[in-house]
């Protein structure tokens, strides 16, 4: 095994990780300011990606269906906050998975009527498409390094948005006391609409990126979703720390894992069955580490509120 | 130790930089009432709940009937006679009354554990429950919901529970909170007797009642406990009159 | 508070419901449309899947959102059993040789034991915890498994396993899809009894305590996390057993008995019927197949008003339809 491939596989896990956290920063915002477990996040991821598609197809701009994947991500995400969401901060946890569990089958099955069941195939931008050199002799595609840039690029103004700014400080606030925020008068619910967007626009920004490496179709945000699951519960549900930390991780010991296992498998029990069997350990790999976390740190790496 | 019935050595417990409980030693001897006052904030609830397992103190013991109880849950303590009321009521509130008692009995017989045979049929149940109820005055309540009890009513099912659970000590947290003049006065009669079933370490904001049940007391401040004694060297002692009567009366 | 009317017209709708059930195939042999017997077994098999979730989920106040894992489990032992006795392979010959088996007692009680087996480390984990995070850890795990399915190829893999022909069971002609139908209807009342026996017990009166108040579930003595884990057993074995009927239902197992559309559909019945009610999951299941069937024949698209029917119920209906045709729910 060369140290080139290792390199590549590193940086595909950072890329993972990278992807993971743009949907788990907004899943843990949501959760850490309205207390909401939400499900219909991996829609959002979805229609982020689908309107990249659409917009990039018609007028022939990767940018500008960069662009309407954030319009149309946030305006979904408003809409739904608008019109459902706010209607569940105040029942149980139950109803808001159930609740959000019906929005993805609207979502998924309107998805499905508009667009059909064909998937869309999304280009990489001609800007980005080169690849890179990197030390020890291997190439690494520029888009996926650009991943890379902007999920880091986020996290920066994530940190930012929240720690510098009047906004930042009413979601702090949000996240301790929301009864103090309203008594300081602030538009709560304006507020909740603003971070329910902005969650739901770095979920379609997640969407859109990643719908130029894979195929976008219907269902693709679920798999994502739930591993968003896994990395806010390493991580601490509510710590956007711990969504970078648990989506880097969780990243690395998946793309890792994968490459990994197999081989180490087959040094030991032949090539064919230690292949099959490192394969099928890799893919329970990040949950065995998230049970492994939970066992001894019961509320994850970061708890918000410990 | 052996006539003591729990007792409590050198309880510390912070919240960042808050010392809730700095260094508390507590005695609790058969057939007394040792009531426990302080302003508010001063950390009694939270040194009720780290005597009754809810809160891991950070270094300190409990020992109960002689036994060293430090490491068990909130559950094992009970098992062991430990019961409590909360400051604010703690109860299953879709059960009525008597269910609510009902699970303290099922608890003391051991027997959680069986999967058949309706509950409500099982007089091994709900008699002594019905019991309980009759001695703290709610059994004309019995089937109502706890949701749908009195603040006053729900205080004695509490104490109601403590009693089915065969209590060996009590802890009581403010049990007469929120009480109108005719049920403190009632309650504080009820606690008068009680006390020769097992002993009370009462947390009471009600000085009449504190003063008229309390065999010793102990007064905690900012965590501390400024000062220990009988009703009357409680009364005359300047550090509490000035860190507490003073304010309070 | 205590509604005499309201408890007797949900005994009512209770007999209502178990009567149409078991009438349903007998209206469909006297149409002539035999596929009406197998949407009666599919109701009668989902019906028993949520009574296990509703153990947990209804009582306990846990929920689960992996619960698939268990009805994928028990559809892959009767998978596995089956393919191993039709092929007469042995699945393993140490300490003693066993060849799987194409007998349903055999199998429920390897499905059964196998969920056992499976939720004891799950719930061990899970209930260490609470809340949200108890959702998305049981969703995880039962994902793990789901991707585990999926990348072992031994029994099909993505693929799935199929089962040549339905297991037998001693006295009944498995075949006959009418016998078939009454074994799972006979199934789902041992187990609706089970249900009303532990929801009346000591050990119900504990669970449903620490659905209430965990606190004081503890403050008498009783320690929430043994009651629960035992009843998130018991809740896995009753589900697992549903998915090997399941699989002989369909004579194929797949992972997407393990997805997690799966865990949340289970979900769904119960809160379609009515939670925590005895036949909640019996209304919840008879009612979400015939939606699949009837929207489904009107259009390719039945998941979308689905969705809005259930994003209804869930904003306006709380209670489901016992809820909605008994009212308030009655506790004593």
Known sequence: MSTALLIEQILNGLQFGVMLFLMAAGLTLIFGVMGLINLAHGSLYMIGAFACAAVAAATGSFWLGLVASLAAAAAAGALVELVVIRRLYDRDHLDQVLATFALILIFSEGTRWLFGSFPLYLDIPSALSGAVQLPGGGRYPLYRLTIIGVGIAVAVGLYLLISKTRLGMRIRAGESDREMIAALGVDIRTLYTVVFALGAALAGLAGALVGALQSVQVGMGEPVLILAFVVIVIGGIGSIKGALVGAILVGLVDTLGRFLLPKLFAAFMGPAQGATAGAAIASMLIYIVMALILAFRPKGLFAANA | ?249 | MRDGQAMSRETLINILLAAALLALPFVAIAMEEPFYITLATRMAILALAAVGLNIALGLGGLISFGHAAFFGIGGYVAGIFASHAFNMEPMFSAPFEFSGSDQMPVIWLAAMLVSVFVAIPIGAISLRTSGVYFIMITLAFAQMIYYFAISWPAYGGEDGLSIITRNGFPGVNTANPLSFFLLCYGVLAVALLMFWLIQNSRFGAALQAGRQNEQRLAAVGIAPFRIRLVAFAISAAITGLAGALFADLNRFVSPSMLSWHMSGELIVLIILGGTARLFGPVAGAVLFVLFEFALGGITEHWQFFLGLILLGVVLFARGGLIGLVAGKARHG
């Open chain 2, 1 to 249: 130790m052996a006539d003591t019935v729990l007792s409590i050595r050198d309880l510390k417990k912070t919240f960042g930089a808050l010392k809730a409980t700095d260094g508390v030693s507590i005695d609790l001897r058969p057939g007394e009432i040792h009531a426990l006052i302080g302003p508010n904030g001063a950390g009694k609830t939270t040194l009720i709940h780290q005597i009754s397992g809810s809160i891991k103190p950070d270094s300190g013991s409990v020992h109960f009937l002689g036994e060293d109880v430090s490491r068990l849950g909130v559950a094992a303590r009970a098992r062991r006679g430990l019961g409590r009321s909360f400051q604010i009521s703690s109860l299953a509130p879709e059960f009525s009354a008597l269910r609510n008692v009902m699970l303290a009995v099922q608890s003391r017989q051991g027997s959680s554990f069986r999967f058949f045979g309706p509950v409500m049929a099982d007089k091994s149940l709900t008699e002594p429950a019905m019991a309980m109820l009759e001695r703290t005055g709610l059994a004309a309540r019995a089937q109502v919901p706890a949701a749908a009890l009195s603040h006053g009513e729900r205080r004695q099912l509490e104490i109601a529970i403590a009693l089915a659970l065969g209590s060996k000590a009590f802890l009581f947290d403010e049990p007469m909170a929120g009480m109108g003049p005719e049920g403190s006065k009632a309650l504080t009669a009820f606690l008068d007797t009680l006390r020769h079933e097992a002993p009370i370490l009462l947390v009471e904001h009600d000085m009449d009642a504190v003063f008229a049940l309390a065999d010793r007391i102990s007064v905690l401040v900012y965590g501390r406990i400024i000062a220990s004694g009988t009703v009357d060297e409680i009364r005359n002692d300047p550090e509490v009159r000035r860190a507490y009567l003073g304010e309070a009366s």
